[in-house]
């Protein structure tokens, strides 16, 4: 399966259950690749969807470099939300998370997955799953793991073969932060944009290929992306 090339305007920005994201239950000015509205969406089951993550994780961590550390842990919401529909407001419209209705299923892009990435208060680096949620309703991360002095970037991975970021500050990072509730005022969320790493973009684009036969031919003009904020600054963007 094949995207047809993205068009390239320029948009207003609109405003992580841990590894795969939750599809049908199993599974300030930006300018940006916008997705060919009628692009065919993924067709990939839920083992590939969960693999692509997991290798995608693996390789995050194993290019942490002794800097950050890298957690599935990008989602996660209160009890209470389990019925709703849970989206990521992005530069080229809204990601599906995650559908408990089996409704709404118009996104024209899902997630496959996600990670948070942080810094560890005792130094750990690579991959971690030890970000414990201070409360049983999975609305923060652990104040003993983060060291929330220091910035959490989360990564989205979407069908559409972009990587999309969330930039959000050590003090306010949530596993809900970042992420919307259908039909509720969600002008609070943070916003999402399209990450500048080229590294990470192609990796990831690889993984999808070698996990479903997928080639992804989406293209991202990464010099009309003017967010004004650098990514996490710690893998190398060889051109």
């Known amino acids: 399966m094949k995207y047809k090339a993205a068009v390239l305007v320029p948009i207003l920005s609109l405003s992580l259950i841990s590894s795969a994201a939750v599809l049908d239950n199993d599974i300030n000015n930006v300018h940006a690749a ?4 009628v692009h065919d969406t993924l067709h990939i089951t839920s083992q ?3 693999q692509i ?5 693996n390789w995050l961590a194993a290019h942490a470099d002794n800097k950050f550390a890298v957690s599935g842990y990008y989602f ?3 009890r209470t939300d389990n019925h709703q529909v849970w989206y990521a407001p992005t530069i080229d419209g809204d990601i599906l998370v995650k559908n408990a209705t089996h409704q709404h299923v118009n996104y024209k892009i899902k997630a496959i997955g996600g990670v948070v990435i942080y810094t560890a208060k005792d130094g750990t680096t690579g991959k971690c799953d030890d970000i414990a949620k201070d409360t049983a309703n999975g609305k923060s991360y652990s104040s003993q793991q983060i060291d929330t002095s220091k910035p959490v970037d989360k990564y989205l991975l979407a069908d559409n073969g972009i990587v999309y970021k969330c930039k959000l500050t050590g003090t306010t990072a949530a596993p809900d932060s970042g992420f919307a509730i259908k039909g509720h005022n969600n002008h609070h969320v943070a916003k999402w944009t399209i990450l500048t790493d080229k590294n990470v973009q192609k990796e990831y684009r690889h993984l999808i290929k070698k996990d479903t036969g997928n080639d992804i031919k989406t293209t991202i003009d990464y010099d009309r992306i003017t967010d004004g904020q650098p990514d996490y600054g710690v893998i190398n963007e060889a051109q």
């Open 34 to 37: 916008v997705i060919d509205n």
């Open 48 to 50: 590939q969807r969960q």
């Open 53 to 57: 993550n997991d290798d995608f994780i």
């Open 76 to 78: 996660d919401h209160a």
